[in-house]
């Protein structure tokens, strides 16, 4: 059967080879009806709850610092603790930001998206044995 | 024979070893272009930093903030933050839908002959100027650490092309490359990578390290000694923003343009990184999506306290060495030269701790590690650019759909290595003929990370998340956003050494222009493309990247060995 070539247990033609064989309506149905599943949107939606907000935050914590040292710079040339200012440390602040933000997501990777992956997965298993 | 030549040889040795290993492992095409899928996380993490920490950064970061202190900074920041982009929105989706190059994502949904055609030349776009920028910093570099090998090559490589006559240092790197690329593979690219990223977080904990017990690991009197060092022009030490950027002195569109030069590099840094095709390609040499975030967590643990350490390598030398020693001895004088920060430092810190051998032996090493920071590098860019060439166009664009043929395992292999070999002796070329004229910092940030955000990054973007983009938008934004970039550049500020006092465009970081171009060009381009009913099927096939990207059902598989 022409679906059978990209079942998940033996993927062997890639979208290229798919795409060139021109792929029929069954298969578009196939991928749309997968999308459309429970467990699809759970994961999408999980997936933007997290890497929308810090994909955001990011952006607007790291900008601040190139904005604060052009706009702010006297404020920024403070001396904190000796003669390290306000500048400095926040700019080391980013590493630390960065390092968490990816320690976050990777903790949420591993458990929740991950889990929700694999149920898509075992979805389609199943969808493609029950299929004619 | 000397320390410096002794050290350079270990170097090239081990290299060439790694590479005689991995040609045995280099036999089908995806063992050639992404190592077999077989990269454990961690090794491809540290691949990824090894890959990307080049030479400017090493040498070129240390060499801002030893020079204009504080400011130098905010590129080691941009940097890492970079690689939060990468992990959200790149790495796993890159890992479930690609198979060897970048356009094999772009083009899932696309027509594969325009848009693999578009990629091929942003990904060359990239990849050649970063590759010029190393090369020709590795030519200068090896001439001032290393005189002797420079002397001992010229009789060997001393040959004149196309009146361009070759420089035997870049001619011996170029060389280097090519033997790993061809023979190797990505398996000798991934090792060399690795060796290399070990090779210089080494070199920087231990001149951080040194530093920090000149200081008695005081960083109070450290810092109190780098604010005693002042800037002549506007009077701050260096400690305080505003040397590199002087905020507040011209105006560009009513805006201060310091601020904006500054704004947009972070722009091109943040962005450019999720669009540098050599990068990206680490992604296809992992098994799965879940090694690929892994890989992203190693990199960024390594690049960012590599980049941290800049600190402590950039105004450790700007405090212990200072400015004016900071320099090439070509006789009779001494020049200054800022990528010579790091390596002055290391020789100050020898001299300081070990005696007269010990800061012989110091800059020898940090001159090796940033030799094989160079190798490992251009080896990748080699990978990046002949995938374009060879995989994207010969075998994907000119065989399968233009002439309809199935093109075997052993033809592919064969035509990546003859690409990677024109590839090498094309970049020996350029390198030597645009050595004398070309910013090579400028080229690194001011281009290469550009072009990646404003045409590739669009792309990518919007082929995993915008169902409505086509062929039209992803040709677009590709070709446009190279394009516009190249464009900016060369009627800007940077491009040239002597620097144009009267450029056409006011910025030398043309990113926070350019890149909202390219975005701009895929969403017009896609609303064209829809208007002339020119693509459906990249509607169609969204769905199926959809799932793919978000799941890696149908990810390419680890091939059985």
């Known amino acids: 059967m022409e679906i059978d070539r990209s079942r998940p247990s033996q993927p062997s033609a890639s979208a290229q080879e798919e795409r060139e064989a021109g792929s029929a309506g069954d298969d578009v149905a196939y991928w749309e009806g997968l999308e459309h599943t429970e467990e699809f949107r759970q994961l999408v939606s999980a997936r933007l709850r997290f890497v929308l907000p810090a994909t955001v935050f990011f ?3 790291y900008f601040l610092l190139p904005l604060l040292n052009g706009l702010a710079p006297n404020f920024m040339r403070t001396d904190v603790v000796g003669h390290v200012n306000i500048a400095y440390l926040f700019a080391l602040s980013q590493f630390f930001v960065a390092w968490l ?5 990777i903790r949420r990777a591993n458990g929740l998206f991950d889990r929700l992956a694999a149920a898509v997965r075992e979805r389609a298993a199943r969808g493609r044995r029950t299929a004619p | 024979m000397n320390v410096t030549l002794v050290l350079f040889l270990i170097v090239v040795g081990i290299t060439l070893v790694i590479t005689g290993w991995a040609a045995r492992r280099t036999r089908t095409t995806v063992q050639f272009w992404a190592a077999g899928r077989g990269i454990k996380g961690w090794q491809n993490g540290l691949a990824i930093s090894g890959d990307y920490m080049s030479a400017a950064s090493f040498l070129g970061i240390a060499g801002l903030i030893a020079f204009n202190g504080y400011d130098g900074f ?30 094999d994502v772009i083009s899932y949904r696309m027509s594969p002959i325009p848009v693999r055609s578009a990629a091929a030349f942003s990904t060359v776009a990239v990849s050649a100027s970063y590759m010029m920028a190393q090369m020709i910093g590795a030519g200068s570099l090896i001439k001032i650490l ?10 060997w490589f001393n040959w004149t092309v196309l009146g361009t006559k070759l420089d035997p240092s870049i001619t011996l790197v170029g060389a280097l490359m090519m033997i790993y690329v061809i023979a190797g593979g990505m398996v000798a690219t991934t090792w060399v990578q690795i060796v290399k990223a070990i090779l210089l977080m080494s070199g920087a904990v231990l001149l951080s390290f040194l ?7 005081n960083l109070g009197s450290f810092f109190d000694s780098i604010a005693g060092i002042k800037d002549s022009k506007s009077g701050l030490n260096f400690t305080q923003p505003g040397i590199l950027y002087a905020y507040g002195k011209t105006q560009v569109w009513g805006v201060d343009k310091a601020l904006l030069e500054n704004v947009s590099l972070g722009m091109a840094l943040i962005l450019g990184t999720a669009g540098l095709p050599h990068i990206l390609m680490r992604f296809f040499t992992v098994p799965d999506a879940k090694a690929a975030r892994q890989s992203v967590a190693w990199a960024m643990g390594l690049i960012g306290s590599f980049y941290i350490m800049t600190t402590f390598l950039g105004f450790g030398a700007a405090t212990l060495v200072g400015k004016t020693k900071i320099c090439a001895t070509v006789a009779p004088k001494c020049t200054p030269n800022s990528n010579l920060a790091a390596p002055r430092l290391a020789e100050y810190l020898g001299n300081s701790f070990f005696g007269t051998g010990g800061g ?14 160079i190798l490992a590098v251009v080896a990748g860019l080699t990978l990046a650019a002949s995938g374009a060439f060879s995989h994207d166009f010969y075998v994907n664009v000119v065989r399968t759909h233009l002439l309809h043929g199935q093109v075997s395992d052993r033809e592919q292999v064969l035509v990546a290595r003859i690409t990677a070999a024109l590839v090498g002796l094309l970049s020996i070329w350029l390198a030597a003929r645009v050595g004398a004229t070309a910013n090579a910092a400028a080229l690194v940030a001011g281009v290469a990370f550009v072009i990646a ?4 990054l669009p792309a990518i973007l919007f082929t995993l998340f915008w169902k409505r983009f086509n062929t039209w938008g992803a040709v677009a934004s590709l070709v446009g956003g190279s394009l516009t ?5 060369a009627i800007g500020p940077g491009w040239t050494v002597p620097v144009n006092e009267n450029p056409a465009f006011p910025l030398q970081n043309v990113g926070i222009v350019s890149i909202p171009i390219g975005f701009v060009l895929a969403i017009v381009g896609t609303y064209i493309g829809e208007l002339v009913k020119a693509d459906r099927l990249a509607d169609q096939k969204f769905h199926e990247i959809d799932v793919r990207a978000q799941t890696g059902l149908g990810a390419e598989p680890v091939p059985v060995a």
């Open chain 2, 146 to 155: 290393i005189p002797s090998l420079d002397t001992a090559l010229k009789p």
């Open chain 2, 485 to 489: 970039t190249i464009w900016l550049v």
């Open chain 2, 211 to 217: 530093v920090l017990l000149h200081f008695g690991f």
């Open chain 2, 453 to 456: 955000s404003a045409a590739n």
């Open chain 2, 74 to 103: 905010m590129y080691s920041v941009g940097w890492l933050v970079a690689y939060l982009t990468v992990l959200f929105l790149i790495a796993e989706p890159m890992r479930n839908t690609g198979k060897y190059t970048l356009a």
């Open chain 1, 101 to 105: 933000l990816a320690w976050f997501y």
């Open chain 2, 360 to 373: 012989e032996f110091l800059l020898a090493f940090i001159a090796a590690v940033a030799f094989a920071t």
């Open chain 1, 59 to 61: 952006l607007a914590y």
